[in-house]
């Protein structure tokens, strides 16, 4: 019996021993994620299933801080990327239009006709600066949840064609008879109308933006299953490869697969794809240079 109650000591004293060892193996790994080291895990070697579960635990919450970290040091290089571009997209502009004023304002020896060709370029560029303003307002409140929809049944074969007469006079001024493929029937959709004009017009005037050169603008609408897909394309230049998938990213401006002296804001389609996703849906962008682009995105039937 008193050797039964010795190894029972013994084995007792050499869990606790083995519990101690785990403990300040826990401890000193914490230390080290402490300092700032979050690829520290906590590697345990014990028979004791509490201990095993307690370092696996510990082992997902460092990975959740990790994750936390990574998305935060992620937007913090975002936040500082926008705030260069904002101010180089906003001081450009600004420069210039000041450059006008100030020649109307000094410069004697401008004639009549240079003088309103001065004050036409510092309208334009200061309706340029104000839709860029309203376009990083209107983004703000998106990404900040600061935006209400009002969903409900929209036919979308009624308002195409309400958005597409909105674009006669640049078609015309193109030159172009846009390709439109569009049911006779209802296709009704889950969606906010406000919400779908503004990513019809956005998606439009991307289009002729970039696509004008190829002399052929379209826009279809089709069914697939439960959801409805709408399709904006044109022949002109095209993306290149290394830029479709930046292309929805804020402020990105595709350089050698666009005309740089159109270039936009690179505003335009993050709102859209914002817009899209609040409704629940998805858009997808797929473009072979010179041939054809084509912009899709789709929402729920209703």
């Not at 933006?209 to 279809?220: F, L, N, P, S, T």
Request: net charge negative.
């Amino acid at each position: 019996m008193l050797i039964i109650i010795l190894v029972l000591l013994c084995l007792l004293l050499f869990r606790h021993f083995q519990l101690i060892c785990e403990i300040k193996k826990i401890t000193q790994i914490t230390k080290g994620i402490q300092t700032g080291n979050l690829n520290l895990r906590y590697r345990l070697r014990t028979s004791q299933k509490d201990i095993e579960d307690l370092g696996g635990e510990l082992n997902r919450l460092v990975d959740y801080f990790q994750n936390g970290f990574e998305r935060i040091a992620f937007l913090e290089e975002e936040r500082k990327r926008m705030i260069a571009n904002i101010s180089h997209d906003l001081r450009t502009p600004l420069t210039s239009l000041l450059g006008y004023m100030e020649a109307l304002k000094h410069d004697a020896t401008l004639t009549v006709e240079e003088r309103e060709d001065f004050l036409r370029i510092t309208s334009e560029k200061g309706n340029s600066l104000l839709v860029l303003l309203q376009d990083f307002f209107e983004l703000a409140k998106l990404e900040a949840d600061d935006f209400e929809l009002n969903l409900g049944k929209v036919d979308l074969v009624e308002i195409v064609p309400e958005v597409l007469l909105g674009f006669y006079p640049d078609f015309v001024k193109a030159e172009i008879i846009p390709v439109i493929k569009i049911p006779d029937a209802p296709l009704y959709v889950k969606g906010d109308q406000v919400c779908l004009r503004r990513i019809l017009n956005n998606l439009l005037s991307n289009a002729l933006c970039y696509g004008q050169d190829g002399k052929e603008i379209g826009i279809a609408l089709r069914e697939e299953e439960s959801l409805v897909w709408v399709d904006v394309w044109d022949r002109g230049k095209g993306i290149l490869a290394k830029d479709i998938s930046h292309i929805f990213e804020r402020l990105y401006t595709g350089e050698a697969s666009r005309n740089t002296s159109l270039q936009g804001t690179g505003l335009g389609l993050t709102i859209t794809k914002n817009l899209v996703e609040k409704q629940g849906g998805r858009i997808t962008v797929t473009s072979t240079p010179n041939e054809k682009t084509v912009f899709s995105f789709c929402l729920s039937k209703s």
